[in-house]
């Protein structure tokens, strides 16, 4: 075991490995989204106090739990660059950052087009969960600024390190901010005691874009760490014969 | 057609799932220009040590 | 070797006195804090509601630019001149001594403010039991900013434009702090009950506290290699 976990940290071994990986991800990404979202959009019943307009879920709840998994990854990845000094790490950290950005403005977006027709406004200043979740995105930007600020890799990684560190402290504050405050945003639905408060009719499809998303990300997420594994080993050697391969495409 | 309505809320939710394919499908393509473009780069980087050396 | 009770306070002294021989390191923030507040009412009109209003949240985010401007400067003159070399290889753990420079900070940047935000909040209509609790959730937030800075600050010392990115690093981190004070004042002036604000402004300075000078010396290494 501990064989196979020393070889994924060595960047050839992952690269070659990952590439295997990237399809079957897509695959079982797209072919769950496509059953969540045609469930979910036509054979879900519509929910008794919002119509229709509940369907937003099944994007927003994907887009919004990526958005925080996806700090979690960078935070965790960091935490073992840092540790054991491991440059595959940084590398996922680096990667990972867009890809939380762009949930998290999704998460933001999809949150405000459900909250109008819900609560009557695009936007509400004072809800806990809504703040925190803008926080998280600032916290992105602010990654991605500083990284971009560093010229030397390795500085660049440890700093961005840190700071990811720091940050993750807004994780859990927006996860239980709808149970420590007023919020207008609903409380846990899937995570909570007593199991999940939705029917089945309408979980399944729920559970479906949440993996399957979950999938697509992690897809996205291994071909950008080889993008970025590429660059930062762009001096070695297997690098040289890869590129100069005539079979490397895309 | 009614289907697409969506009560009244069609705007709402097809917006959300347009936006939602949109943010996707620009994820993925930037994802492939940067790998071709890294690609490319060590590649002109190499040849251009080739003819140095 | 000294203790670690005479290391910490060397430092604070030595900031301290460093401060004392550069007064605009105190009074710019201070004149940035008043008029940034003054700014407000010249621009929304004199109307004594709306300052009324206005007043707690205005004076907050006055506060908080005076605070990311004053940041800049903590580990700045220290890079320049190479002593933040000597503080890293020091005997003395990096962690007291960024804990210490912090203190300084605080003593050179955030208690002032606290000083003359009753000054400013008169000009805002506030009345006199509110203006306490400014000055107690200003004195909470102020360290907390000046802790949360110091992490920031650590990281961007030396960086091109590292002023910008420093205020956008530190930002994110620094609105619960703007909107649990500025709100908790706001109770206080509608005679609202304001201890649970109060508690979370202590509760995040708390946690600052403890984290915040580990962080800051991780980041000090990893800036000045």
Known sequence: MWNFIHKLASPPHFYKLSAKMVPWFTIAGVLLVLYGSIAGLFLAPPDYQQGDAFRIIYVHVPAAYLSMMTYVIMAISAGIGLIWRMKLAHAVAAAAAPLGAWFTFLALITGSIWGRPMWGTWWEWGDPRLTSELIMLFLYFGYMALRNAIDDTVKADRASAVLVLVGAVNVPIIHFSVEWWSSLHQGPTLVREGGPAIQTAMLYPLLAMIFGFTFLFAALLLSRVRTEVLFRERRAHWVRDLVLSAEEAA | MELFAMGEYGAYVWSSFGLTLIVLIVCVVQARRRHRKTISDIRLRLRAMETIE | ?225
């Open chain 3, 1 to 225: 070797m000294p203790g670690l009770g005479q290391g910490l306070t060397a430092i604070i002294k030595r900031d301290l006195l460093l401060a004392w021989k550069r007064p605009g390191d105190v009074l710019n923030p201070l004149f940035f804090f008043a008029m940034v507040s003054a700014l407000f009412p010249l621009a929304t009109g004199p109307s004594p509601e709306q300052l009324a209003l206005n007043g707690p949240g205005v004076l907050w985010v006055a506060a908080l630019l005076a605070t990311l401007l004053s940041l800049n400067s903590l580990f700045l003159s220290d890079h320049e001149d190479g002593s933040l070399d000597h503080l890293i290889l020091s005997a003395q753990p990096l962690t007291l001594l960024a804990f210490g420079k912090t203190v300084a900070h605080w003593l050179v940047a955030g208690l002032p403010l606290v000083l003359v935000s009753p000054l400013v909040a008169l000009t805002f209509q506030m009345p006199g039991r509110t203006v306490g609790v400014m000055m107690l959730t200003l004195t909470l937030g102020t360290i907390s900013l000046s802790l949360i800075g110091s992490i920031g600050a650590a990281l961007t010392v030396g960086l091109h434009r590292g002023t910008a990115l420093l205020s956008l690093l530190i930002l994110p981190l620094a609105m619960p702090v703007l909107i649990f004070g500025a709100r908790t004042v706001a109770l206080a002036a509608a005679d609202d009950a304001v201890a649970a604000g109060v508690y979370f402004l202590a509760a995040y300075c708390m946690l600052a506290l403890t984290l915040a000078p580990f962080a800051t010396a991780a980041a000090l290494k990893i800036s000045n290699e």
